[in-house]
């Protein structure tokens, strides 16, 4: 095909824009994708030096806690934000993962270095067998995310019934005193960085498959199957690799997850209310953007840490209502979520830059 | 296994069918209307059972007067529900819609459990544990009353809709919402209505349980996921679907936990619930689609 | 050299024969125009190439590879592109990324499909749109991404499903002109259309279709002549005429 030279005016593509080198930063603001992966750097940055000013360990703690919270966001919301698939039953995966890894530790003694990317596999399996039943049987939309749950109920069930993964008891990780090699501290510091580096990795994951014809594929599939199909998109096979990948990550979260905490039980990993506690942070942050999942966990988890501080007399429930209430006045008047509401300055931003390079052009 | 057990296993499946039924058609009906899912509809039932309770302790009400309160206040509340909150997002995206329910259901729990405390607490009456012996079978008086009413509500919900004006309004909106509107149908009002009614039944279900079944702020759970079955099984929209639904589900989780033990009953409906959905997603009474 | 032959297809839908013992075939670098009254078949036709139905008597033919029966994906690629007649855009993403989706067609490098998804914004006149929100734009350039998207699968083939219907005069010419350039490039050209003006400036051969059936098929000025085909739309409107 001829290819005419096109012209561009300054309102174009941010990215056919020749930008002087000393205004690489200004080329990030233009770009509302690059803007938001630049603020998911910066945001690790400032958790990762968050050390130099927080002691406690309980604080400490929950700022563990909101980072790994971001990362099964970031997870979540390949298959469910780019996707725009109902996956609501996903902590499975978590749990798949989180029990990878404890046995390879417990009856194996395999290091969670190695057994925390290895919770991948199985949580992947598991993520290709939902893809599998539910699209040979056709189940969508609403009856994905039934099946989904019913499936989580199962598991649970399941596994509390098999004595060599603790049965309805669980599993638990004795502390066998400091050691690097086996991932076992004393300090929350070192969980926190490792934390921080599943969370880095989460972003550069989710950012490049964004970018991808992964994640095109994925948007289309999302935005109209039928649009997709005519477009040569196999939807099966990226349904299918979307699933995979969330459950992936996701399993590698929940790996981590049993390391910090060391513990795991059916009626923990396979129950609603984690479930949705997972759930809260891409969905209120912004589902199927780029920082949403991250700003969806600083603002939840701490959120509900402060609260239930605060009501430390009558502390059940407290949890609950917050999750509850954050759901619901998002799904009520902010369903873009957080990032939504950062769209529109974002845009008068950009008009602004356009407008003073263009100034400056003369 | 001796006959006696299989029949007494047979009557104790029916009368928690009857109850599951009486769960599932309120939701049933909830979608047959406005094609929402309701999470928090499990919800219903742990209020209506905390209203029996709470009559029960502070004015000494026999739970079964306490159904006439239940029913108004669960009526009010989910009709209230319905216009302040499910009404804005009946056009939302689906993620949406099932997402505000399950605020909803986590919210109404965390709140039961912040005013009510979580332990269990019981209605204690002597009533409770006493049966009727017919032959072999021993039926608990509670369990017979609770099955007897959730057959007479099926049968006054099913000449409700099919004979009365309302009732016909109701299944005019399910069936074709825009030719209900143009016959003069007040939609908004019987979405309403129906969501009340909807709640109201699962409120009753609460009380009738309430002697028999340890109340806490998270019973809902228990019931929720499997009126999800009984609803699917039952064919989403149909009530009737759904109450045989139900009976069919109680007597499965019976000869469950009979053959399996009690604590993997569950594992039955769920079982049936995935082969609903993989084989027969348009449930019993549904068309192939 | 025909590109696409399709021999005796059959479609029924319950009781109703939608399409009956079609056979046709289109040249390569050929526009053939499909006409019709209402209702005749010619979406059910055209949805039968593209692969969103399966022929229930007959083959079709693409480059002498059999394709009856193909899903729409693999229609794609094999080198088929159509365009919806309710255009169907991907509203949240912008302009170029609906493009990119396509032009990942036979490549997985966002680069080489970025410069594709652009020239055939270029093609199309529709740089300036390129950031805009797809589901904000204004029903002609709706329809020009309609084909951009398609352009993009490097077709040989494009079907186009009333490309033209809502456009004001001057949006026709236009689209008309691009039909012919894209003609230019190489690419065959089947478009179902209810606007005369398109079809007569734009088909080498028109082919009438009614009640399934092909009552008609040659070039524009013989068909227009052709007695079966005044008389299927006379008959049309002395039937409305009667109502």
């Known amino acids: 095909m001829t290819t005419p030279q096109p012209t561009h005016s300054e309102q174009q593509s941010s990215s056919s824009i020749t930008v002087r080198r000393s ?58 934000g780019f996707a725009g698939q109902l996956l609501i039953g996903h ?5 798949f993962g989180a029990y990878t890894t404890i046995v390879l530790l417990n009856h194996y003694h395999i290091s969670p270095w190695l057994g925390i990317p290895a919770a991948m596999i199985p949580a ?67 969980y926190l960085y490792i934390a921080l580096l599943l969370l880095t990795i989460g972003v550069v994951v989710h950012y490049a498959v964004y970018r991808s014809k992964l994640g095109k594929y994925m948007i289309a599939i999302r935005e109209d199957e039928a649009a997709a199909a005519a477009l040569g998109v196999n ?47 891409p969905i209120i942050g912004g589902r199927g953007t780029i920082v949403g999942p991250i700003l969806g966990a600083l603002l939840n988890k701490p959120v509900v840490e402060m609260v239930r501080g605060a009501f430390s007399a009558e502390r059940a429930g407290t949890t609950l209502i917050i999750y509850g209430s954050l759901l619901m006045f998002f799904m009520l008047f902010l369903p873009r979520g957080v990032t939504g509401l950062l769209e529109k300055p974002h845009q008068k931003l950009r008009s602004y830059l356009l407008r003073k390079l263009e100034s400056e052009k003369e | 296994m001796p006959i006696e057990i299989l029949a007494q296993t047979l009557v104790n499946g029916l009368f928690l069918g009857g109850i599951y039924a009486l769960v599932a058609m309120g939701l049933t009906l909830i979608y047959g209307v406005m094609i929402i899912i309701n999470f928090a509809h499990a919800e219903f039932l742990m209020i209506g059972m905390y209203v029996s309770f709470w009559a029960f302790t502070l004015f000494g009400i026999h739970p079964y007067m306490a159904i006439i309160l239940a029913t108004v206040i669960l ?19 689906l993620l949406n819609q099932i997402l505000l329910t399950l605020g909803l259901s986590t919210l109404i729990m965390g709140l039961a459990q912040f005013f009510w405390r979580a332990e269990p607490r019981s209605i204690l009456i002597p009533f409770a544990s006493s049966s009727l012996r017919v032959g072999d079978l021993i039926l608990n008086w509670p369990r017979l009353i609770a099955f007897i009413a959730s057959i007479v509500l099926t049968i006054g919900l099913y000449f409700f809709l099919k004979k009365t004006k309302t009732g016909k309004a109701i299944r005019a909106c399910s069936q074709n919402r825009v030719a209900a509107q143009l016959t003069g149908v007040n939609v908004r009002k019987i979405y309403m209505l129906t969501f009340g009614i909807g709640a109201a039944l699962t409120g009753i279900a609460g009380v009738l349980i309430s002697p028999n079944y340890p109340m806490t702020p998270t019973i809902g759970q228990t019931f929720s996921i499997t009126a999800f079955v009984v609803v699917v099984l039952g064919t989403m929209g149909n009530f009737v679907g759904a109450f045989i639904g139900g009976l069919i589900i109680g007597v499965a989780e019976a000869f469950g936990g009979l053959y399996l033990g009690s604590d993997v009953r569950q594992v039955v409906s769920m079982g049936i619930f995935i082969l609903v959905l993989l084989l027969r997603p348009q449930g019993l009474f549904g068309r192939m689609i | 050299m025909a590109l696409l032959e399709v021999e005796g297809i059959t479609k029924r839908f319950g009781g109703l024969v939608a399409v009956r013992n079609l056979s046709f075939s289109i040249d390569r670098g050929e526009i053939l125009g ?37 899903r729409p994906v693999l229609v794609c690629k094999k080198g088929i592109a159509r365009t919806f007649q309710v255009d169907k855009p991907f509203p949240e993403i912008s302009v170029l990324e609906n493009v990119l989706v396509g032009a990942y067609i036979d490549t997985s490098d966002t680069k080489v499909a970025r410069q594709n998804a652009e020239s055939v914004l270029a093609f199309l006149r529709m740089e300036a749109y390129a950031d805009k929100l797809a589901g904000g734009l204004p029903v002609g350039w709706r329809k020009r991404l309609e084909i951009a998207k398609a352009l993009a699968t490097k077709p040989k083939m494009l079907l186009l499903d009333e490309a033209m219907s809502g456009l004001r005069p001057s949006e026709t010419d236009e689209m008309i002109e691009l039909v012919h350039q894209i003609r230019d490039q190489g690419i065959t050209v089947l478009l179902v259309e209810h606007v005369m003006k398109v079809i007569m400036s734009l088909a080498d051969r028109i082919i009438v279709i009614h009640h399934g059936e092909m009552i008609s098929i040659g070039k524009p000025a013989d068909v227009v002549k052709d007695p079966a085909v005044i008389d299927a739309y006379l008959g049309e409107a002395n039937s409305h005429a009667k109502d």
């Open chain 1, 124 to 190: 992947a399996l598991l993520g290709a067998f939902v893809a599998l039943l539910t699209l040979r049987y056709g189940l969508k939309l609403d009856y994905f995310a039934l099946f989904t749950l019913a499936l989580m109920v199962v598991l649970g069930i399941v596994f509390s019934k098999i004595p060599f993964l603790g049965g309805a008891i669980g599993m638990w990780i004795p502390f066998r005193g400091e050691s690097w090699a086996m991932m076992s501290f004393v300090s929350k510091v070192p």
């Open chain 3, 34 to 70: 499909m006409i019709g009254p209402n209702g005749a078949g010619k979406t059910t036709a055209f949805n039968m190439i593209a692969g969103f139905y399966k022929p229930d008597e007959g083959r079709i033919l693409f480059n002498q590879e059999e394709i009856t029966g193909l």
């Open chain 1, 235 to 281: 939807i099966s096979k990226y349904k299918t690799i979307a699933l995979c990948l969330t459950a992936a990550l996701s399993g590698m979260g929940g790996g981590f997850y049993v390391v910090y905490t060391t513990f795991v039980e059916p009626p923990l990993v396979f129950g609603l209310p984690f479930n949705v506690e997972l759930l809260v942070a």
């Open chain 2, 75 to 93: 009526f009010l509340f989910g009709a209230l529900i319905q216009r302040g909150l499910i009404e804005p997002v009946l056009k939302a995206p």
């Open chain 1, 23 to 80: 205004n690489w930063f200004r080329a990030i603001l233009l770009d509302w994708d690059k803007t938001q992966l630049a603020l998911s750097f910066l945001i690790i940055l400032l958790i990762g030096l968050s050390p130099l000013f927080i002691d406690s360990p309980y604080l400490l703690g929950i700022v563990i806690l909101t980072v790994l919270y971001a990362y099964v966001g970031l997870a979540w919301n390949i298959v469910g």
């Open chain 1, 91 to 95: 902590i499975s995966f978590f749990a």
